[in-house]
């Protein structure tokens, strides 16, 4: 399944500054694109979510863009904090199905 | 907050065996999921349950995959003649059904290892 990909497998960033995660996707049926977090050993953590509609959502430290035409969406952090230091996933369903389908996923290291 | 409780943590079980996963969701959540994560690659979707049904599946929910919401408050996976490859995080999530401004609710996964 490729419908939804993240090609950076690992981010380092520095406390304070900005982590930007990209995601494509292929499948123009989606209509939810999300964000978990994961640590070792845990479920994943819901993030933030935003429909096909919209282009662009805020949730305190957390941004997420979607560029419908390109079929792109990123992940903003800032400031970047220790504590973000975890896998994150993007993922995106159609709303017919609440099917979520997932990238591989990117690693991100805050470094302090 | 409220939490999807997964049992057990870790699982070891010989090739052949059965093994039932067990997930308790959020009690007032109506849609369940079995999702699974075979190391070092994607979280890969199993199966949905909604109104003691299955909603959907996917080509790896083949007929050794069953899903039972056998009381109100657990929903279980059950592996019936395991093998390797089943080998895996499995992981259990609900949702309200109302949409996803909040995502679906993951448990903390059962790590399933097949001897």
């Known amino acids: 399944d490729q419908q939804v990909k993240q090609n950076s497998p690992s981010l380092s960033v520095q406390e304070g500054r900005i982590s930007i995660l990209n995601c494509d996707y292929t499948?123009?049926?989606?209509?939810?694109f999300l964000w978990y977090k994961k640590y070792p050993a845990e479920g994943p953590t819901f993030l933030i979510s935003i429909s096909s509609i919209k282009d662009k959502n805020e949730d305190g430290r957390f941004t997420v863009f979607l560029n419908k035409s390109a079929k792109h969406l990123s992940l903003h952090i800032v400031p970047s904090q220790p504590g973000d230091s975890a896998v994150y996933f993007c993922?995106?369903?159609?709303?017919?199905?609440?099917?979520?389908?997932f990238g591989a996923g990117t690693t991100v290291t805050v470094r302090a | 907050e409220p939490e999807v409780t997964q049992t057990p943590s870790h699982q070891v079980t010989q090739m052949g065996q059965e093994v039932i996963l067990r997930c308790v969701p959020i009690s007032n959540h109506l849609y369940f999921y079995w999702y699974r994560q075979i190391l070092g690659q994607k979280v890969e979707f199993l199966v949905s349950f909604y109104n003691n049904e299955i909603s959907e599946k996917s080509e790896i929910f083949d007929d050794q995959f069953s899903v039972e919401r056998p009381d109100g408050s657990n929903f279980t996976l059950k592996i019936r003649s395991t093998k390797l490859e089943d080998s895996a995080m499995y992981f259990c999530?609900?949702?309200?059904?109302?949409?996803?401004?909040?995502?679906?609710?993951f448990g903390s996964g059962t790590r399933l290892t097949v001897v």
């Open positions: 993922a995106a369903t159609p709303l017919a199905d609440y099917k979520l389908s």
């Open positions: 499948n123009s049926m989606f209509d939810y």
């Open positions: 999530a609900s949702s309200d059904g109302t949409g996803f401004q909040d995502g679906y609710t």
